[in-house]
């Protein structure tokens, strides 16, 4: 049976890079479809759980995985009401991040909405165009658009123009 939940958290919740995330700040918050086939949220906790073929959507960025939790919480607006912000995003498992300009991949990703930092792990290979980079950890600042790769030895494909 598939789950499927939908809500919107913040501007910045959805994995996304640098270009599509500052495009998207300056509009209404756009929601996240997530589908998987087993949902538990643990309201005690501030956490969501999905499990089997997550598959998250924002707009133009899609991440699916194994195992997504998402850690949230309550933040008072200005007008006195009350909405959920995540704080944290945790994927586990068969890790694909796509968005209009590049696809990566990697066992687990984290994703801290605050900080506007990405960290993939594992096996990690990012495609952009005919560019290709492979490491075991990926760093991602989403606000200066800074990537670093590291671990072992990095490889990098190019094609030249």
């Known amino acids: 049976m598939t789950t499927r939940f939908a809500a919107i958290f913040a501007a910045s919740l959805m994995l996304m ?65 009350m909405k959920l912000d995540a704080t944290d995003l945790d994927a586990r498992g068969n890790v694909t991040i796509t968005t209009p300009r590049e696809t990566i991949t990697g066992d687990w990703a984290k994703f801290n909405p605050q900080t506007n930092k990405l960290v993939v792990g594992g096996a990690v290979k990012l495609v952009q165009g005919s560019t290709v980079l492979s490491g075991e950890e990926l760093n991602a600042d989403l606000n200066s658009d800074k990537i670093k790769m590291t671990g072992g030895r990095v490889k990098g494909s190019f094609l030249p123009k």
């Open 17 to 81: 890079s640098a270009g599509t995330l500052k495009a998207q700040t300056s509009e209404a918050p756009v929601p996240v479809d997530v589908i998987s086939n087993d949902t538990e949220i643990n309201d005690a906790e501030k956490k969501m759980i999905f499990t089997g073929a997550v598959d998250a959507t924002r707009g133009t960025t899609n991440m699916k995985s194994d195992l997504l939790t998402v850690t949230y919480a309550e933040v008072k607006q200005a007008d006195g009401t």
